[in-house]
């Protein structure tokens, strides 16, 4: 089983919908959850942390499901400008020190005008 | 906002050659990572440094690898005889490490094109 999973994709979406990415991760000792995006050829950038309680942030919600090792993301009302891979990424531990991030291999969308 | 830098942001050079690509972390973070993409694969991890030291390596990061912080702000990767395979982008990272805080941030990245 692969550490972090995702559907690759692409989603293809038109603008104004509501698109669900999931993930699953392998490491149930894994402390940390995060989304981040990637445009083509660009840096991961941190678009949010995942909590156990859930949270939101402007369009955007994640949620954490630990018995099952599920993580989400929910974006509301998309943009053109949310066109990008989405990549979920686990760290094992709160050793924050000397944690390394595992990615998942990440989820395309494409908003369509 | 504050971030991290890297430099250069793309570098060709031929097998067998050495190089080095420098990051400069974000000022007041502690923890410091390496990270690479193969074109068309995910991240991957290739080494953390707290404190002057290696916390962790990937089994990626062998002995032609090597990590440094010459001086209070950059960070480098030293690859010492490049392989065909070590074209990849390099992501460089700095986290807090505080309590709350450990959110990693990455760098533009290095293309590194071995030929």
């Known amino acids: 089983r692969k550490e972090v999973e995702q559907d690759p994709g692409p989603f293809n979406v038109p603008e104004g919908a509501t698109v669900a990415f999931n993930c699953t991760y392998s490491n149930s000792a894994s402390q940390s959850f995060f989304w981040y995006r990637q445009d083509c050829r660009k840096e991961p950038k941190l678009l949010m942390s995942?909590?156990?309680s859930g949270n939101e942030d402007g369009r955007f919600t994640a949620q954490l499901n630990r018995a099952s090792q599920y993580i989400s993301l929910l974006i509301r009302d998309s943009k053109l400008s949310d066109s990008a891979t989405y990549l979920c990424?686990?760290?094992?531990?709160?050793?924050?020190?000397?944690?390394?991030?595992?990615f998942g291999t990440g989820t395309r969308l494409t908003i369509i005008p | 906002e504050p971030e991290v830098t890297q430099t250069p942001s793309h570098q060709v050079t031929q097998m067998g050659q050495e190089v080095i690509l420098r990051c400069v972390p974000i000022s007041n973070h502690l923890y410091f990572y390496w990270y690479r993409q193969i074109l068309g694969q995910k991240v991957e991890f290739l080494v953390s440094?707290?404190?002057?030291?290696?916390?962790?390596k990937s089994e990626i990061f062998d002995d032609q690898f090597s990590v440094e912080r010459p001086d209070g702000s950059n960070f480098t990767l030293k690859i010492r005889s490049t392989k065909l395979e070590d074209s990849a982008m390099y992501f460089c990272?700095?986290?807090?490490?505080?309590?709350?805080?450990?959110?990693?941030?990455f760098g533009p990245g290095t293309r590194l094109t071995v030929t």
């Open positions: 995942v909590y156990s």
């Open positions: 440094f707290y404190n002057n030291e290696i916390s962790e």
């Open positions: 990424v686990v760290n094992r531990g709160v050793n924050f020190g000397n944690e390394k991030l595992t």
């Open positions: 990272a700095s986290s807090a490490g505080l309590a709350g805080a450990y959110e990693q941030y």
